[in-house]
């Protein structure tokens, strides 16, 4: 549809995307150049000054002791134990269980300190419960998830009747860092770094209100162009151009590699 009655406003308020991505595209080293500065130093800011955190799981299985000689099992029996998951995921966390824990780590450890560095997860909505320690040094979360895996099945058989847990797989000694990924922040710090430079640039083009061509000029006040000013205080060292300028108040005529004073 032809808009040819719209207001010079209206047409004011018409955006083009095209000069802006020519206008990015042009001052994309700009882009990449803050890009990789930003995603180096993220990169080893987070090495020297991010404190790396291991993990240490175990995983329990939650058994309803009504199965006890049973040649099979009911889904009954099975949706019992799947329940109980869910129970025993927040006993597990409850001061109960951690405060026992606590007592065979020792006396630098409370209920609060340890709450922070446990978590807990149903695996795949099945009998199973992961339980996860996150700390600052392998050992550590090693023994904190050793000492709950010790003190949680009997705290939460004297709590929950008629139901045991059963630990499936023991905790290991982390060989690797569980967090942070230095490489994920690094690429992050990268990205951020460039849309904030790109959205920096669009705001400056758009601050520019300046006219840089003859369809600029054209479409911004519905006019036709017949003729244009050539900038007399120019120089030019292109050969075959042909104008003047003016230096320290001599006029000059410029063609191609020649001077003429007049």
Not at 210 to 237: H, W, Y
């Amino acid at each position: 549809m032809n808009n040819n009655n719209a207001t010079p406003k209206e047409k004011d308020l018409d955006i083009n995307l095209m000069p802006v991505l020519l206008y990015l595209l042009h001052r994309l080293w700009i882009i990449i150049l803050v890009a990789a500065i930003a995603s180096i130093g993220t990169f080893f800011a987070g090495k020297f000054l991010v404190k790396p955190k291991y993990q240490s799981s175990f995983t329990a299985y939650v058994n309803n002791q009504t199965q006890i000689n049973r040649d099979s099992l009911t889904s009954s029996d099975i949706l019992a134990s799947q329940k109980l998951v869910l129970t025993y995921s927040k006993i597990i966390t409850s001061d109960t269980v951690l405060n026992e824990a606590a007592k065979l780590l020792g006396d630098d450890y409370s209920y609060e300190r340890l709450s922070k560095k446990v978590s807990t997860n149903v695996l795949d909505e099945t009998e199973l419960i992961r339980v996860s320690v996150l700390a600052s040094s392998p050992q550590e979360a090693y023994d904190i998830a050793e000492a709950i895996s010790k003190a949680a099945p009997e705290c939460i058989q004297n709590i929950v009747e008629g139901s045991s847990m059963r630990i499936v797989d023991n905790p290991k000694v982390p060989t690797e860092r569980f967090s942070p990924s230095y490489v994920k922040m690094g690429l992050l710090g990268g990205v951020i770094a460039a849309v904030l430079v790109a959205l920096i640039l669009i705001i400056l083009y758009f601050k520019d209100d300046t006219i840089k061509s003859e369809s600029e000029l054209e479409a911004r006040f519905d006019i036709i162009v017949v003729g244009i000013i050539p900038d007399m205080m120019s120089q030019s060292n292109e050969k075959g151009s042909n104008y003047y300028y003016q230096e320290y108040g001599v006029n000059k005529h410029l063609k191609g590699d020649t001077k003429h004073e007049e």
